[in-house]
């Protein structure tokens, strides 16, 4: 299994970014994906979910209204649209799959929010 970030960067206070995940080694189409940040001196924490049809989404509540996931099993890619970013955004976002039982990361994008 491997998962491949990318997308982050710096962007202003009320900018955009969307994340990418690039997965392979297992059946995509079959696993729910899942976003998670770590911010300095911080635990990691769920940033967004998404089952593995696409159909069921879920978000922590401070992303709610904010972010969007999205995937593209053709593609074997899931997305992270985040729109309206604060200060507090500021973190490394990473990809999780649990795939038979075992849980897999990418190792991970950062993203800075700051003028």
């Known amino acids: 299994v491997q998962l491949v970030e990318s997308g982050g960067g710096l962007v202003q206070p009320g900018g955009s970014l969307r994340l990418s995940c690039a997965a392979s080694?297992?059946?995509?189409?079959?696993?729910?994906m899942s976003w998670y940040r770590q911010a300095p001196g911080k635990g990691r924490e769920l940033v967004a979910a998404i089952s593995s049809t696409g159909v069921s989404t879920n978000y922590a509540e401070s992303m709610k209204g904010r972010f969007t996931i999205s995937r593209d099993n053709a593609k074997n890619t899931v997305y992270l649209q985040m729109n309206s970013l604060k200060p507090e955004d500021t973190a490394v976002y990473y990809c999780?799959?649990?795939?038979?039982?075992?849980?897999?990361w990418g190792q991970g994008t950062q993203v800075t929010v700051s003028s």
């Open positions: 080694g297992f059946t995509f189409s079959s696993y729910a």
């Open positions: 999780n799959a649990v795939v038979r039982f075992s849980a897999y």
